[in-house]
C-alpha cells in the first residue's frame, strides 16, 4: 500500500489540517493509501497543532502518526514515502526536508509559496498546488499514486535537480558570496 507523508513540525501553517482533509477526500473516494504525519507539535509555538487534535486525527484514522524522527533516520523513513507532501501556507525558507525527499528521488507535492516553489518545478519534480487547497492536493495525490511511472520519473528528476542545485557545498558557496556580497556593499 502506497504511503504519502507529511514530514514536518505539526503547525497549522505547515498545512497540516489541509494534509489531514486530502487525506479524508481520498479515503472518501476508496484511494487504498496510508497517510503518515512525521514529526512532532511544538507546544512553544502558538501555531502548534495541540498534541490531542493530532492523536485524534490519528485514532480517527484518516492519518497515521508515526511522530518525531531523529534526522539520522529521516532517509530510511523518507525511503518508505511514494510521494512526500508540504502544503504549507506561509513564507517556508528553503525547505530542508524537500530537499532531502527530492535527493531520496521521491516526488513532491507542495504548495506555490516562496521557498517551496525553489524546490519543486510543477510536472517536473512534483506538483505545486495553490495554498489551502485540500481538494487540488488530493487530486495531485491521487495523480501519483494512479501513476507509479509518472511518480518514478518526478523522483527522478527531482533527484537530478538536488544533484545540480542543491549539494551543501553549492548552498554553503551561495551563502559566503551572499555575505561578501553584503559586505562589499557595507561601509
Known sequence: VP???LPTRLLWHKGVEVFVDA???LRRDGVDARFAMVGDTDP???GAVPKAQIEAWAEDGPVEWWGRQASSE??????????????SHYREGVP?????????????????????REIVNHEETGFLVNPKDAKGLARRI???????????????????????NFTAAQVADTIVESYDQLLAETP
Open 142 to 164: 491521487r495523480e501519483l499514486l494512479d501513476n507509479p511511472d509518472l511518480r518514478r520519473e518526478l523522483g527522478q528528476n527531482g533527484r537530478s535537480r538536488v544533484e545540480n
Open 44 to 46: 512553544e509555538n502558538p
Open 23 to 25: 487525506a479524508r477526500h
Open 3 to 5: 504511503i504519502v507523508m
Open 96 to 116: 530542508k526536508v524537500l530537499i532531502e525527499a527530492a535527493s531520496c528521488g521521491r516526488p513532491i507535492v507542495t504548495t506555490d509559496v516562496p521557498g517551496c
Open 74 to 87: 529521516m532517509p530510511s523513513v523518507l525511503q518508505q514515502a511514494h510521494v512526500v507532501c508540504l502544503p
